[in-house]
């Protein structure tokens, strides 16, 4: 019988997602005062060359000029993700072992513990945290007037430029008014299109990261079944040991892909909004 622990929840939330997130957490944790407790081991100087790499990479798209604590934002978060992706992939290696529940596909394991990137709602936040920034920054660079000008362009932005005096006045000041019409509608079009675009930012940086992550595990999932297949069938050797290895190496990869392209796509809207 579960507990009523067990039953808040399985209520509020996806019991997995939180025991993974807590591990996630834990995780950090232990690196960070490690590093502190023992900053002249192997892993310490390992880590600090790690950081600081991603730290100049970042901050060769982000420029000099910008703040310190953006810059650093990104790089933990590029570290944040990666953990919780090189979890995931240390999960899937031990899902064979804990074999699946009867009559479903989900592994013993995934029902308990669930890696953050892989729940749509965690990298919704961060992407929601990640636009909140970009917005601040877009407004603290252009002000707060011409960066709101940029979303609401009332007297539209001279995309279509007309020089009045060139014709006669009978024509020219309907003409003018007529470029001056359609300039503001064309304006008021792309200042909506901007903010289209942010909620476009947030799906597209949540459901990319939660996609192939999430992929990434069903995919490895298959390929390990079909393998394990073929070589019972033929070798009469229930479980495979070179291919899971190769599919390992591969997720591997990926989580550090994705890692990568999350806070990267961040660093670049937010030197994009500056020069809006």
């Known amino acids: 019988?579960?507990?009523v622990f067990e039953a808040f929840l399985s209520f509020y939330l996806n019991p997995g997602f939180f025991y993974g997130t807590v591990l996630v957490v834990l995780l950090i944790l232990f690196i960070s005062i490690f590093y502190r407790l023992f900053p002249?081991?192997?892993?310490?100087i390992l880590f600090d060359y790690f950081f600081e790499k991603m730290y100049d990479f970042f901050e060769d798209i982000l420029g000099n000029e910008e703040k310190k604590w953006i810059k650093?934002?990104?790089v933990i978060l590029f570290f944040v993700i990666l953990i919780s992706n090189l979890l995931g992939v240390f999960l899937e290696i031990l899902v064979p072992v804990f074999g699946n529940i009867a009559d479903t596909d989900v592994s013993l394991l995934k029902k308990y513990i669930d890696i953050?990137?892989?729940?749509i709602n965690f990298n919704i936040a961060m992407a929601l945290i990640g636009l909140?920034?970009?917005i601040f920054e877009q407004f603290r660079a252009l002000g707060f007037g011409k960066a709101l000008y940029e979303y609401f362009p009332i007297f539209g932005k001279n995309y279509l430029p007309y020089t009045r005096g060139n014709l006669n006045p009978i024509f020219d000041w309907p003409l003018f008014i007529l470029v001056k019409i359609f300039d503001l509608i064309i304006s008021l079009f792309l200042g909506l299109l901007e903010i289209v675009g942010h909620f476009a930012k947030v799906i597209s940086l949540s459901f990319r990261l939660f996609g192939n992550v999430t992929s990434g595990g069903m995919l490895l999932a298959m390929l390990v079944g079909a393998i394990s297949g073929l070589t019972l069938t033929y070798l009469n050797f229930e479980f495979p040991?070179?291919?899971?290895?190769i599919l390992y190496?591969?997720?591997l990869l990926v989580a550090l892909i994705q890692a990568l392209v999350f806070p990267l796509l961040i660093a670049i809207f937010i030197k994009v909004a500056k020069f809006a």
């Open 132 to 134: 909140l920034i970009i």
């Open 249 to 251: 190496f591969q997720s």
């Open 1 to 3: 019988m579960e507990s």
């Open 72 to 74: 650093t934002y990104v």
């Open 116 to 119: 953050p990137t892989a729940d």
């Open 40 to 44: 002249n081991s192997g892993f310490s």
């Open 241 to 245: 040991v070179l291919g899971p290895v």
